[in-house]
């Protein structure tokens, strides 16, 4: 069972940087890609980025690429959305996600087996 847990909600301004974390707790030995999406009010989740079990895989949509970074840290169990140059329209919850190795990078919510609680991004203009 794995369980996904990413730390409270945060407000920032346009062009301003955040960085959201995903702690993942985990009690079996299965490896797990992982990935970030969100959803802002009255829209369908979207995928934000992608990650392989090693790192070395990165995937992202083109909304965000090149503004956001996502990585992991193995060691520490955790996952990491770096973002910047924020824009308004990135306002939405943000939730971290799990799958099985060979979903890595994709862009489905039905193909990630577990799922975070949530954090609220919010960007002011």
């Known amino acids: 069972q794995v369980h996904l847990a990413e730390p409270g909600g945060r407000l920032v301004q346009a062009g301003g940087s955040l960085t959201l974390s995903c702690a993942v707790s985990k009690r079996t030995g299965n490896s797990y890609a992982m990935g970030w999406f969100r959803q802002a009010p009255g829209k369908d989740r979207e995928f934000v980025a992608g990650i392989s079990w090693s790192g070395g895989d990165t995937y992202y949509a083109d909304l965000v690429k090149g503004r956001f970074t996502i990585s992991r840290d193995n060691a520490k169990n955790t996952m990491y959305l770096e973002m910047n140059t924020l824009k308004p329209e990135d306002t939405a919850v943000y939730y971290c996600?799990?799958?099985?190795?060979?979903?890595?990078?994709?862009?489905?919510?039905?193909?990630?087996?577990?799922w975070g609680q949530g954090t609220q991004v919010t960007v002011s203009s």
């Open positions: 996600a799990a799958t099985y190795p060979s979903y890595s990078g994709s862009i489905y919510p039905g193909e990630y087996n577990y």
